[in-house]
C-alpha cells in the first residue's frame, strides 16, 4: 500500500520533472504551455495513487512490477501515465484552444510519459 507522503513526493517530483523536460527539452516557457503541464503532472499521479490508497479492493496487485530490470513497469505505474494524460488532455485543451490538435496532444503525451516514467524509477 503507498502512502500519503509517497504520494505526495511523487506527484511534486513528477511536477519537478517535468517543469524541467518543458523547459530543458521542449523549450516552453510561457506559463499557458507550464501551468497546465505542472498542474497534470502533480494532479494525475496525485489522483490515481489517492484513489488506490483509499481502495477497499485490496490494490496491492496494480504495485507488482514486471520481473524485467530495465523496465520495471506496475499497473500503478501505468495508472499514473495515463492519468496525467486525462488531465493534460483536459488542461491544454482548455488553455491552448487555438493550437493544433497535434501540438496539444504531443504537449499531453509529454507530461503523461514523464508521470509514468517517474512513477516507475523514482517513486
Known amino acids: 500500500m503507498i502512502g500519503w507522503d509517497q504520494i505526495l513526493y511523487g506527484a511534486t517530483i513528477s511536477a519537478l520533472i517535468a517543469a524541467a523536460v518543458f523547459v530543458l527539452l521542449r523549450r516552453e516557457r510561457s506559463a499557458a504551455m507550464l501551468i497546465p503541464a505542472l498542474a497534470a503532472t502533480f494532479v494525475g499521479p496525485l489522483a490515481w495513487n489517492a484513489i488506490l490508497h483509499r481502495a477497499a479492493t485490496r490494490p496491492n496487485g496494480f504495485f507488482v512490477d514486471i520481473p ?35 501540438r496539444v496532444t504531443s504537449l499531453a503525451v509529454t507530461a503523461a510519459a514523464v508521470a509514468f516514467l517517474v512513477d516507475i524509477y523514482l517513486y
Request: no cysteine; proline share 6%; net charge neutral.
Open 68 to 102: 524485467f530490470k530495465p523496465f520495471p513497469v506496475s499497473w500503478q505505474d501505468t495508472g499514473s501515465g495515463v492519468f496525467t494524460l486525462a488531465a493534460a488532455s483536459l488542461l491544454f485543451g482548455l488553455t491552448l484552444r487555438h493550437e493544433t490538435a497535434g
